[in-house]
């Protein structure tokens, strides 16, 4: 393979920036920048081919099989200035031995040489892109490798079903000692279990790693805007007395309590002659049905005009105006406030207590592909008069599926998408 090298950290201004240099002739390219090179780590000064003075630099050194990508990897950690950079890339853009990397080609290469399985490379990917605390601890589980020895433990459970199942088909003319049925649907049900479970959490992982959407929602001049600049913090949507302000959906990314959430401000609902208005409540009629919670602001001349799930809030709007028994709140004083804050934080937080550790749409598919198989074979099994060699073919399927979670096989078309969202450096 090529020997590649990238700037490993941000463009711009930094206090330290890193190149990477990996592939077999990444060590005979870094001596040719410096005197001697370490063996291991060690502070070296970098020069180009005419012996002038590029910097100073920490060299780390790291052979064949103990790197990142498994190849030998030597990693330049310069000042970071840019003009320091931009000339230690260019003396080695002007190296034939090397190539500028391509987007995820570190990460590619880690996961070709084994040193990273499909599903870790996607946790890494996740763990980049984290903004809040949640998203960071879900990213670490998943590139720690948590769904790939899942997924080793249904692979084992599924190849030795098969064997069981297997045996009867090679010892078909004699009498096989033991009744293999008992042991291979224990297996079977315990991987359904698993699969079943893990597959149902992908919905609220998928949430937590893109955040959650909190709607606000009611009748023109309901003290909507308001609500959402008290939440967060500045004045994020314009407010007036008149009717009618807000026109298309206005998003507010927040971290609640470790959470990612984006509060949507939406135009009051009524009918309209309005043209753009119109537009305006129809996108947050659309936005507040996709929300995964809904605020209804209630004023007193109100009634509630979307449907509302169990845990959406109905709040008497405006209380600082409007008095009642309903729970009120008050964008403008604060009131309530707080307690509609525990509440998405208690509900949110519960549904990420579902949350397991395959995160993807990909990963619920492939789970769902698996279980597909693994109930045919089970009703087959349990109908008592089953053709052996249809059910291994079953087990041997869903082994296949659970196989393209971790990258084994048949995954080749998804690559592209997943490296295509890490930078050139990773």
């Not at 990142?68 to 002007?94: K, Q, Y």
């Not at 659970?402 to 990773?426: A, H, M, N, Q, Y």
Request: hydrophobic share 45%; glycine share 10%.
């Amino acid at each position: 393979m090529d020997t590649i090298f990238a700037l490993a950290t941000a463009q711009g201004r930094a206090g330290v920036a890193v190149i990477r240099i990996s592939g077999d002739s990444a060590f005979k390219a870094a001596s040719g920048l410096m005197n001697s090179l370490p063996d291991r780590r060690g502070v070296r000064t970098l020069f180009d081919q005419d012996g002038v003075h590029l910097d100073e630099a920490l060299v780390l050194v790291f052979r064949d099989g103990q790197s990142f990508t498994g190849e030998p990897v030597v990693e330049l950690h310069l000042h970071g200035s840019i003009a320091v950079v931009g000339a230690v890339l260019r003396v080695l853009g002007e190296n034939s031995n090397l190539r500028p990397a391509e987007a995820g080609e570190f990460t590619r290469r880690a996961l070709e040489n084994g040193r990273l399985d499909l599903t870790q490379v996607e946790g890494l990917a996740d763990l980049i892109d984290a903004e809040t605390e949640g998203q960071r601890k879900q990213a670490l589980r998943v590139l720690s490798g948590a769904l790939g020895d899942l997924a080793e433990g249904w692979r084992a459970k599924l190849l030795r079903a098969a064997a069981l199942i297997e045996a009867t088909i090679d010892f078909a003319d004699e009498e096989v000692p033991v009744d293999v049925s008992p042991e291979v649907l224990t297996l079977l049900s315990e991987v359904k279990v698993d699969l079943a479970r893990e597959s149902r959490g992908v919905q609220f992982a998928e949430r937590l790693r893109q955040g959650f959407e909190v709607a606000i929602v009611g009748a023109p001049n309901a003290g909507k805007s308001t609500l959402l600049n008290r939440l967060a913090g500045r004045d994020a949507a314009i407010t007036s007395e008149i009717a009618g302000t807000t026109r298309d959906v206005i998003e507010v990314k927040m971290d609640l309590h470790g959470l990612p959430v984006t509060i949507l401000d939406t135009a009051g609902l009524r009918e309209t002659d309005d043209v753009v208005e119109e537009i305006g409540v129809k996108r947050a009629m659309e936005r507040a049905a996709g929300a995964d919670i809904r605020v209804y602001l209630l004023t007193p001349d109100d009634i509630v005009e979307i449907p509302l799930n169990e845990d959406d809030l109905v709040l008497r709007a405006k209380s600082d105006v409007f008095e009642g028994a309903q729970q009120g709140i008050s964008g403008k004083t604060g009131d309530g406030v707080d307690a509609l804050v525990a509440h998405l934080t208690a509900v949110l937080s519960n549904r990420v207590a579902a949350v397991g550790v395959a995160m993807r749409e990909r990963h619920k598919l492939a789970m769902l592909k698996s279980l597909g198989f693994l109930n045919l074979a089970q009703d087959a099994m349990e109908s008592g008069d089953f053709m052996a060699d249809l059910v291994a073919e079953d087990v041997r399927s869903a082994t296949r599926a659970v196989d393209s979670l971790v990258g084994r096989i048949d995954v080749e078309e998804v690559l592209g998408e997943i490296f295509s969202s890490f930078c050139i450096g990773k």
